[in-house]
């Protein structure tokens, strides 16, 4: 039995894409905003700011422009967003966490270019990949840090994480507006003439037959063979006539 290609797309005017495009510019505000004057180090300067900046903007302009014919173009600015989060995942204590966070990236860029490729016939496996990792931000690690007084965040820490909030939520409202179609196979047929009238066809027909009518009658006729053998021996007893 063969399997039906799928496609996903998104509309322009939905309520997920525009979610999206609103948190993602966020995300870039308050990147800004946290990172500003950090960008001494060079290093600090691409991963942490120039990285999620520009995927973020790649990500809006692509959904765009490209979201209704060619989803699947976003899975470059969601790849190099997935570089960011394991770069930033490489400076924690836990060694345990760098590798759990390493593993859920991966299968965030896996899912994500399975799904907008169609090779994943469902949403709902991002959405569940982009909100229980946003949730547990916001329960495990944001709320306790912030009841924490004795080791109070920083406006520039506080600014960053804001930044990481908006992309995990503008992912998934993204995948919430994801509609799915089936692609038909296109099928290149051989031409076929199209058949003429039954009118112009017999007229077709009729002139063929008067053009041959006309070749027959402008050719020269055959002369008959029996008039041929009786002319034959009247010729040859003149021919012995004249002889001496």
Request: with cysteine.
């Given at each position: 039995m063969k399997t039906e290609k799928i496609k996903f797309y998104t509309e322009r005017n939905s309520f997920g894409v525009q979610a999206m495009i609103i948190l993602m510019a966020l995300s870039v505000a308050f990147r800004v905003i946290g990172c500003w004057g950090l960008w001494s180090d060079r290093s600090f300067a691409l991963a942490q700011i120039a990285l999620p900046i520009g995927s973020a903007l790649l990500l809006i302009a692509f959904v765009w422009l490209f979201g209704k014919r060619a989803l699947w173009t976003t899975f470059i600015p969601v790849i190099l967003g997935a570089v960011f989060f394991i770069v930033k995942s490489l400076g924690f204590e836990s060694m345990v966490h760098t590798v759990l966070c390493i593993l859920l990236y991966a299968a965030v860029i896996a899912l994500y270019t399975g799904t907008v490729f169609g090779v994943i016939r469902t949403k709902w496996i991002l959405a569940a990949l982009f909100g229980l990792p946003f949730l547990y931000h916001i329960f495990v690690?944001?709320?306790?840090?912030?009841?924490?007084?004795?080791?109070?965040?920083?406006?520039?820490?506080?600014?960053?994480?804001m930044s990481v909030l908006c992309i995990m939520l503008g992912l998934f409202c993204l995948s919430l507006s994801m509609k799915k179609t089936i692609v038909e196979p296109v099928i290149h047929?051989?031409?076929?003439?199209?058949?003429?009238p039954a009118a112009e066809q017999e007229a077709s027909e009729e002139a063929a037959a008067d053009q041959e009518a006309a070749d027959q009658a402008a050719a020269p006729a055959a002369p008959d063979a029996s008039q041929t053998a009786q002319q034959e021996p009247a010729e040859a007893g003149q021919a012995t006539e004249t002889l001496p």
């Amino acid at each position: 039995m063969k399997t039906e290609k799928i496609k996903f797309y998104t509309e322009r005017n939905s309520f997920g894409v525009q979610a999206m495009i609103i948190l993602m510019a966020l995300s870039v505000a308050f990147r800004v905003i946290g990172c500003w004057g950090l960008w001494s180090d060079r290093s600090f300067a691409l991963a942490q700011i120039a990285l999620p900046i520009g995927s973020a903007l790649l990500l809006i302009a692509f959904v765009w422009l490209f979201g209704k014919r060619a989803l699947w173009t976003t899975f470059i600015p969601v790849i190099l967003g997935a570089v960011f989060f394991i770069v930033k995942s490489l400076g924690f204590e836990s060694m345990v966490h760098t590798v759990l966070c390493i593993l859920l990236y991966a299968a965030v860029i896996a899912l994500y270019t399975g799904t907008v490729f169609g090779v994943i016939r469902t949403k709902w496996i991002l959405a569940a990949l982009f909100g229980l990792p946003f949730l547990y931000h916001i329960f495990v690690e944001d709320l306790p840090a912030l009841r924490d007084t004795a080791n109070p965040v920083s406006f520039s820490s506080g600014m960053q994480e804001m930044s990481v909030l908006c992309i995990m939520l503008g992912l998934f409202c993204l995948s919430l507006s994801m509609k799915k179609t089936i692609v038909e196979p296109v099928i290149h047929l051989p031409r076929i003439r199209k058949p003429k009238p039954a009118a112009e066809q017999e007229a077709s027909e009729e002139a063929a037959a008067d053009q041959e009518a006309a070749d027959q009658a402008a050719a020269p006729a055959a002369p008959d063979a029996s008039q041929t053998a009786q002319q034959e021996p009247a010729e040859a007893g003149q021919a012995t006539e004249t002889l001496p």
